[in-house]
């Protein structure tokens, strides 16, 4: 089983990017699928998540609005659109898969989650 982010990338605040995440070995539309986010001195922190195959979703109030997690199923890919990127959005992003897990979670920094990718640096400055 792997997940393979990209996308990340250096942006000036305001602008946007898209994370993508790749899985093998695995079927994405059988398992939640979180976004979590590690800036340096700080917790690991839930940012968006999407439940399979109800399509729950729920996001951290701090990108409510800004962020949004989608799936395609058939390439069994997932990705985060992120819009009005702000100096606090910098992290280091991970893409998650959690197995019989409805409603999907961002508690506990992710410890609900089986599988994990190697992350995605992204930098938000002028």
């Known amino acids: 089983v792997q997940l393979v982010e990209s996308g990340g990338g250096l942006v000036q605040p305001g602008g946007s990017l898209r994370l993508s995440c790749e899985a093998s070995?695995?079927?994405?539309?059988?398992?939640?699928i979180g976004w979590f986010r590690q800036a340096p001195g700080k917790e690991r922190e839930g940012v968006a998540c999407?439940?399979?195959?109800?399509?729950?979703?729920y996001y951290a109030g701090s990108v409510k609005g800004r962020f949004a997690i989608s799936r395609d199923n058939a390439k069994n890919m997932v990705y985060l659109q992120m819009n009005s990127l702000k100096s606090e959005d910098t992290a280091v992003y991970y893409c998650?898969?959690?197995?019989?897990?409805?409603?999907?979670?961002?508690?506990?920094?992710?410890?609900?989650?089986?599988?994990w990718g190697q992350g995605t640096q992204v930098t938000v400055s002028s």
């Open positions: 070995g695995l079927r994405l539309s059988y398992f939640a």
């Open positions: 998650a898969a959690a197995v019989a897990l409805s409603p999907c979670t961002l508690s506990d920094g992710g410890s609900k989650y089986d599988y």
């Open positions: 999407d439940s399979s195959p109800d399509g729950t979703e």
